[in-house]
């Protein structure tokens, strides 16, 4: 097996996020699903976008977000998603290269036009979601890089695209090909509505042993075993993967893996401003300590410092230099 030359490879949806502030009331008066995300189509993304204030464009998308974070702690990271050939997909493109990210998916010509997400946050720093997935449904397996895939340490999969059949696809051909090259392969589970959707299929492949580091929040936790009980879940699945995450909200992370339990708080934050990108921030951190041999507990510390600074201003990128943050917090 040849070394690996790219730390983190991720497959996901490549979305442009239009964010905006909005009173409690708005949330109502649209009839939008307070803290979660919901799938729109066009014509309702249209009017979405119309009730919105003053909003900020930026490339999303979860696992875009996560590699953003993991290369601005020094990894060296590359993307796979699909966007249309049009102005959104050349301001995605443009901004996770710029970001020090590989990114050599080909452009898909005609309709459906680059994915978007809507994304409303209310006073208390809760975000919003209302996606259209556009193009980003439509990655082809034909589309994978076979060969970065075998090159990274580890391929990182993204729950929300497991959703459309041809991604599903493509990300099975992923884990074939990484587990191949022997390299290793994370899932993130998302959102507990994908979890309703493909729960069968996650717990698959936990079973047949193609998943090496799951991440997941406590709903999501309690959604894929059927234990609302948070030790219940715990108990359930940690000796389904070699390393589990769970995060907690406020309330921090904990980690399984060997047998081995590591627990920590969240960071302190001055103000919630948006908790936007928080899970996909955690991950980035995590991900770093894993993929450079730290103990485990320092990469659940690594994953709150991430986090901690993502949901202290609007957006899911990182403002402030994380590498100085952790040398601030680690030394």
């Not at 649209?30 to 909003?55: H, I, N, Q, S, W």
Request: negative net charge.
């Amino acid at each position: 097996m040849t070394a690996p030359t790219i730390d983190v490879i991720a497959i996901g949806n490549a979305i442009v996020d239009v964010m905006a502030p909005c009173a409690d009331s708005l949330i109502d008066e649209l009839g939008l699903t307070r803290g979660g995300m919901t799938l729109v189509d066009t014509e309702r993304a249209k009017a979405l976008y119309d009730a919105m204030g003053p909003a900020r464009e930026i490339s999303g998308g979860s696992a875009a977000n996560t590699l953003a974070g993991l290369a601005a702690l020094g990894a060296k990271c590359a993307f796979i998603g699909q966007v249309a050939d049009d102005q959104l997909g050349e301001v995605f493109a443009h901004d996770i290269r710029a970001g020090g990210i590989e990114y050599a998916t080909p452009v898909r010509a005609g309709d459906p036009p680059t994915a978007r997400c809507l994304i409303f946050v209310t006073p208390d720093g809760q975000r919003t979601m209302n996606t259209f997935l556009g193009a980003s449904q439509f990655l082809p397996p034909a589309a994978l890089d076979e060969t970065a895939i075998a090159a990274a340490k580890v391929l990182y999969l993204e729950g929300y695209l497991w959703d459309p059949e041809e991604p599903r696809a493509a990300m099975r051909r992923a884990i074939s090909a990484a587990r191949s090259a022997g390299r290793q392969v994370a899932f993130t589970l998302s959102d507990s509505f994908v979890i309703d959707r493909h729960g069968d299929d996650f717990r698959a492949l936990i079973a047949e042993g193609q998943i090496d580091i799951l991440f997941a929040n406590h709903v999501e936790l309690a959604s894929l075993t059927g234990e609302d009980d948070f030790e219940a879940g715990l108990a359930a699945l940690q000796n389904k993967v070699p390393v589990l995450v769970v995060t907690r909200s406020e309330q921090g992370a904990v980690a399984v893996s060997g047998g081995k339990r590591a627990e920590v708080p969240a960071e302190p934050v001055v103000r919630v401003v948006d908790t936007t990108g928080a899970g996909d921030l955690f991950a980035a951190g995590f991900l770093y300590g894993h993929v450079n041999d730290r103990p485990l507990s320092e990469c659940l510390t690594l994953g709150a410092i991430c986090a901690g600074e993502i949901i202290s201003h609007f957006g899911a990128r990182p403002e402030a230099d994380l590498t100085a943050l952790v040398k601030a917090r680690l030394g």
